[in-house]
Nanobody
């Protein structure tokens, strides 16, 4: 069974840090690209960061560049999103998504984890 499970969300103060994890099962992990998306209430879903397990390339949205770091642990089949210098506008439900090599769309999604940044 193909499954993505997010963890690590919670409450952080502005300027603080959180680390999200996305555990993948049922995949050939080394073939995957994995993305983090987020959606705040009343806003459209935003693509935050992507990592390709095939070549290690990464992408960051301008809104998180320099603050967030995406990484992949092939032995644990887990992708992490280290979020630093958090801002209230980072508050959202964060989802991980995956697509296999050659796929054009994000076919697999986790259920999301809430991140709240507030003083």
């Amino acid at each position: 069974e193909v499954q993505l499970v997010e963890s690590g969300g919670g409450l952080a103060h502005p300027g603080g840090s959180l680390r999200l994890s996305c555990a993948a099962s049922g995949f050939r992990f080394d073939r995957l690209a994995i993305a983090w998306y987020r959606q705040a209430p009343g806003k459209e879903r935003e693509e935050v960061s992507i990592i390709s397990n095939r070549d290690g390339s990464t992408y960051y949205a301008d809104s998180v560049k320099g603050r967030f770091i995406i990484s992949s642990d092939n032995t644990q089949k887990t992708v992490h999103l280290e979020m630093n210098a958090l801002k209230p506008e980072d508050t959202a439900v964060y989802y991980c998504a995956a697509k296999d090599r050659g796929a054009s769309t994000w076919s697999y999604w986790g259920v999301g984890t809430q991140v709240t940044v507030s003083s």
